[in-house]
């Protein structure tokens, strides 16, 4: 079982940056994919970003390529996106998934282990 937990999430005016962190615990991640997810109100959740378990690979939804950077630190279980250039519409609720396999995934339900989440709110 893994257990993961994003923080880093606020507010911020656009334009700025943030970076959000996903702590994983109760077994390593170093063996399988990561990937970030979002929802906004209103809307289902939408795949952000994901890296491969070596970090070699990632994947970007078109909206957040340029701006957005996925990265992980196998030694410590974290998984971390950097996100500059914010916008207001990437305001949401931005989820840390987890998943056995190495390949990195952009869909959700290829995603075994999901965190909490972490509010992201850009104001304009």
């Known amino acids: 079982q893994v257990q993961l937990v994003e923080s880093g999430g606020g507010l911020v005016q656009a334009g700025n940056s943030l970076r959000l962190s996903c702590a994983a615990s109760?077994?390593?991640?170093?063996?399988?994919?990561m990937g970030w997810f979002r929802q906004a109100p209103g809307k289902e959740r939408e795949f952000v970003a994901a890296?491969?378990?070596?970090?070699?690979?990632?994947y970007y939804t078109d909206s957040v390529k340029g701006r957005f950077t996925i990265s992980r630190d196998n030694a410590k279980n974290l998984a971390y996106l950097q996100m500059n250039s914010l916008k207001p519409e990437d305001t949401a609720v931005y989820y840390c998934?987890?998943?056995?396999?190495?390949?990195?995934?952009?869909?959700?339900?290829?995603?075994?282990?999901w965190g909490q989440g972490t509010q992201v709110t850009v104001s304009s």
């Open positions: 890296v491969s378990w070596s970090g070699g690979t990632t």
């Open positions: 109760g077994r390593t991640i170093s063996s399988g994919s």
């Open positions: 998934a987890a998943r056995r396999l190495a390949v990195a995934a952009t869909t959700a339900n290829r995603y075994d282990y």
